[in-house]
C-alpha cells in the first residue's frame, strides 16, 4: 500500500527554527510536495523537490533523499503566522497525489 | 502562479436538494482535477479525480451517484452533491494540475445542509 508518515503536532517557539519530517512508500515517484494550511482554508504550495538535496526559498527550505524515501521541511525565524498544518503529498507513478495527515504546528511566544 | 478559482465559497442548502461546486482553472490548462473532502481539524480525503473528457476515477467508498463529477473542459470541473443530507456538511476543495506541475487548490467550499 502506498503511506505517508508525518508528526501529527509539534510546537515551536517563535524566532526559533523547527524540522518537520516526512517518510513515504508509494509505488513510484515523481516529486513530493510540501504544502500549508491554514484552519478553514485551502492548502497553498511551499516547495516541490524531485531530485535529491535541499531546496531553499526564504525561510523555508525543504530537503528530499529518494533512497531513504524521507524529507524535511524546515522554517527558520518562526514567526506567529506559521502557526498552520503542513501537509506533505508524493507523486506516485501515475502522477497522483498521495497526501499524509498533516502536521499541525503551534507556535508560542 | 497559476489560479484555481472555485465557486462557491460557502453555501447553505436544505437536506434534499442539490448543490453544484464549479472549479476553474483560471490561466493553465489543467489535464487532471482532483476533488477533496475534509472534515474539520482531519486531513484532506481524496473523493475523486478527473482527467478531461474521462470519467472521474472514484476513491473507495465514495459513491459516485452521489457525488457527481464532470470534467468536459481542460478549464472547468464541477462536482455536484446531490440529495444532499446533514452528513455530507464538509469543506470540499478542488484542485488541478498539468503533468507535471503541482497542483494548485481552489479557495474551498464550506457547504452546510440543514
Known amino acids: 500500500g502506498q503511506n505517508i508518515d508525518q508528526p501529527t503536532e509539534m510546537t515551536a517557539t517563535e524566532g526559533a527554527i523547527v524540522q518537520i519530517n516526512c517518510t513515504y512508500q508509494?509505488?513510484?515517484?515523481?516529486?513530493l510536495f510540501w504544502y500549508q494550511q491554514h484552519a478553514g482554508e485551502a492548502p497553498t504550495f511551499l516547495s516541490y523537490n524531485v531530485l535529491d538535496g535541499l531546496e531553499e526559498k526564504g525561510r523555508f527550505s525543504s530537503f528530499l533523499s529518494r533512497s531513504k524515501g524521507y524529507s524535511y521541511l524546515l522554517l527558520k525565524e518562526l514567526q506567529m503566522k506559521d502557526s498552520a498544518s503542513y501537509l506533505c503529498a508524493v507523486t506516485d507513478s501515475n502522477y497522483q497525489l498521495i497526501w499524509g495527515a498533516g502536521t499541525k504546528l503551534i507556535i508560542k511566544p | 502562479g497559476a489560479v484555481v478559482s472555485q465557486h462557491p465559497s460557502w453555501v447553505i442548502c436544505k437536506s434534499g436538494t442539490s448543490v453544484k461546486i464549479e472549479c476553474r482553472s483560471l490561466?493553465?490548462?489543467?489535464?487532471?482535477m482532483f476533488w477533496y473532502r475534509q472534515f474539520p481539524k482531519q486531513s484532506l480525503m481524496l473523493m475523486a479525480t478527473?482527467?478531461?473528457?474521462?470519467?472521474?476515477?472514484?476513491e473507495q467508498g465514495v459513491e459516485k451517484d452521489k457525488f457527481l463529477i464532470n470534467h468536459a473542459s481542460l478549464t472547468l470541473s464541477t462536482l455536484t452533491v446531490t440529495s444532499a443530507h446533514p452528513e455530507d456538511s464538509s469543506f470540499y476543495i478542488c484542485?488541478?494540475?498539468?503533468?507535471?506541475?503541482?497542483?494548485?487548490f481552489g479557495q474551498g467550499t464550506r457547504l452546510t445542509v440543514v
Open positions: 478527473s482527467n478531461e473528457g474521462s470519467k472521474a476515477t472514484y
Open positions: 490561466d493553465f490548462q489543467a489535464t487532471t
Open positions: 484542485s488541478a494540475k498539468s503533468r507535471d506541475t503541482e497542483a494548485f
Open positions: 508509494t509505488s513510484g515517484f515523481n516529486g
